[in-house]
């Protein structure tokens, strides 16, 4: 007998999106547990922050880290505790910041593979030329 109401597709289509979103939890899973900041990343700002750049508190901080009692890797995650000197750094970085991450898409290249994903200059150049 014919399923005029699709039952099977509607289970097929449940069973694949099911599979599908279970993929994407072992994915998700995966990506939580990699590091966010390489070894160099984490010396880097370890020196950058020891030389007080980044302000007393994150001297401190930087401190810290050398005694092993604090990780870069939970402070950029929010699981040690200080949540405060995080937002903190966000807020300075931002500030300090601020003009390069602005100018940064329109200075840079798209990645290989990439299509660029800036707008076309306005107007654009056959729009001017037919004007004149």
Request: glycine share 4%; aromatic share 6%.
């Amino acid at each position: 007998m014919a399923d005029p109401y699709g039952r099977e597709a509607i289970a097929t289509a449940r069973a694949r999106l099911h599979a599908d979103l279970a993929e994407a939890r072992e994915r998700l899973t995966a990506e939580r547990q990699r590091p966010l900041l390489t070894e160099d990343e984490k010396k880097e700002l370890t020196e950058i922050a020891a030389r007080g750049d980044m302000g007393r508190d994150m001297q401190e901080f930087a401190r810290q880290v050398r005694d092993g009692r604090s990780d870069w890797e939970s402070f950029v995650r929010r699981t040690d505790g200080n949540a405060d000197l995080f937002r903190e750094f966000v807020r300075r970085s931002e500030e300090r910041f601020r003009d390069e991450v602005e100018e940064a898409p329109v200075n840079s290249e798209p990645a290989p593979g990439a299509e660029n994903p800036r707008p076309s200059p306005w107007p654009p150049e056959s729009f001017t030329r037919s004007r004149e």
